[in-house]
């Protein structure tokens, strides 16, 4: 029997993202908009990225029980922040905040700081709720640095301010085929991947 | 081939009980105290249950890679009291703690509080980390109620103050086998290896 599963975000590019990685597996994908209009908005209150993706499965789950949920949760870590902003990299700048004014943020706080001294990464935790009381969950991890003014235009959030390790582009330059090989969501995709791929029936 | 486990607990009893729970599947299960002389301190610092869970399956799985680790965490939350002692229920009354002065602890904080207010529930989450980047959990719950005197011999920490909904008798009271099939880690343990059976190769 083809299982269920239902995306927890109201981002179409990660939906679309999914649908590709799962089409080799025998699943049928919807997401938020296929099952609430208008879109529901899931409080994430967590203080870990794994916090905030289970609290998105479990809202889903509770309301669609027996279809799988999954959700992911991402952000970015700048070690001279102290791994800010962290879980609060949607919202770094406050109510309202764009992928503008985010940016804009993150250079000011980083405006003292040399450049050998801006690594950092992006993370991805991706969980996915078979059941009542189970989760198989997959992390991605992308390290690298912040440079000091804005490059490219693809992507989204504080692509065009970060450099992965081993590339002198930013996320914002690189194709989107590459990225999504060295990505943060690229890797826990296909880490869940790998695992989900055992337990469809 | 058979897999290889190791579950991060320096806990006999509960050695005990996963060995039992596995003796099913093709697994060949070990624990801290076979790979570690002394027992490793791993520092549990997380916020929630699955936070130290992973913790100690993470310090695990780093220094045995490709060995599948194991680690649980649980703890009690009392509603009176907001949800303590939660993640500090081994060290409720602070430096040097012990089933006693815990349960004394728990008993003296309630002490204001009517019967029909002293719900809580014990929780348990089990992570077992099955590759670098991915983990596959298990959650279980038991709803109760503190009472205002120990009863009982049995079980350990706040066993002899929780009587179980649905029951009249405490946790230290019922027998290993009544309150194996009820208790959290039961239930958490039951979850895990339903989904831990469609993923042995």
């Known amino acids: 029997m083809t299982k269920k599963i239902i995306i927890a975000t109201g981002n179409?590019?990660?939906?679309?993202?999914?649908?590709?990685?799962?089409?080799?597996?025998?699943?049928?994908?919807?997401?938020?908009?296929?099952?609430?209009?208008?879109?529901?908005?899931?409080?994430?209150?967590?203080?870990?990225?794994?916090?905030?993706?289970?609290?998105?499965?479990?809202?889903?789950?509770?309301?669609?029980?027996?279809?799988w949920a999954l959700a992911d949760d991402s952000g970015l870590e700048v070690d001279a922040l102290g791994g800010a902003p962290g879980v609060l990299s949607a919202r770094f700048s406050g109510e309202g905040a764009t992928s503008e004014s985010n940016n804009e943020k993150l250079l000011n706080d980083l405006k003292e700081i040399p450049e050998h001294l801006r690594t950092a990464r992006f993370k991805c935790v991706l969980v996915l709720k078979t059941g009542p009381e189970t989760y198989l969950s997959a992390e991605g991890t992308c390290e690298g640095v912040i440079i000091t003014e804005k490059s490219g235009s693809r992507g989204f959030g504080y692509d065009p301010l970060f450099i992965p390790q081993g590339f002198n582009e930013t996320f914002a330059q690189?194709?989107?085929?590459?990225?999504?090989?060295?990505?943060?969501?690229?890797?826990?995709?296909?880490?869940?991947?790998?695992?989900?791929?055992?337990?469809?029936?």
Chains 1, 2 share one sequence.
């Open 12 to 67: 179409q590019g990660k939906v679309n993202e999914f649908k590709e990685l799962f089409s080799g597996i025998d699943l049928s994908v919807s997401s938020l908009k296929d099952h609430w209009n208008p879109l529901p908005d899931i409080e994430e209150n967590g203080s870990a990225f794994y916090d905030n993706a289970k609290i998105k499965a479990d809202w889903v789950y509770e309301r669609r029980g027996g279809v």
């Open 174 to 201: 690189i194709s989107s085929e590459e990225k999504n090989k060295i990505s943060h969501r690229g890797k826990a995709m296909r880490a869940l991947y790998k695992e989900l791929q055992k337990i469809i029936d």
